[in-house]
Nanobody, 132 residues
Framework: DVQLQASGGGLAQAGGSLRLSCAAS????????IGWFRQAPGKEREGVSC????????????SVEGRFTISSDNAENNAKVTVYLQMNSLKPEDTAVYYC?????????????????????WGKGTLVTVSS
């Protein structure tokens, strides 16, 4: 089974930085996509960023492009994968619970971005709070 564990959330001031980590286990081959999603109070869950090991493709939501960077680190022949989300120039509107999610194969995007319904595995969220 694929398991995902998100960490790194916390409190930051506007303009500051945080780095989230998603530790994924259970992948056996270089055939996965892992993404970050967030949900603010009263809002729907939205795709923030995603990375695919299949073709190296990355996705950023327009609201975070240029400020957030996604990267991955594979170890033990992909049995353990860590995906990072470096968040710079944070804004109060970035406040949300952030989730990492994954699937086998490439991810799909629509006009609305990466669809949470496209992901098969979810970790527990980590809270990011940005104060003004």
């Amino acid at each position: 089974d694929v398991q995902l564990q998100a960490s790194g959330g916390g409190l930051a001031q506007a303009g500051g930085s945080l780095r989230l980590s998603c530790a994924a286990s259970g992948y056996r081959y270089n055939d996965y996509s892992i993404g970050w999603f967030r949900q603010a109070p009263g809002k729907e869950r939205e795709g923030v960023s995603c990375i695919s090991s299949v073709d190296g493709e990355t996705y950023y939501a327009p609201s975070v492009e240029g400020r957030f960077t996604i990267s991955s680190d594979n170890a033990e022949n992909n049995a353990k994968v860590t995906v990072y989300l470096q968040m710079n120039s944070l804004k109060p509107e970035d406040t949300a619970v952030y989730y990492c999610a994954g699937k086998f194969g490439s991810f799909m995007t629509t006009a609305m971005g990466v669809d949470p319904e496209d992901m098969d595995f979810w970790g527990k969220g980590t809270l990011v709070t940005v104060s003004s």
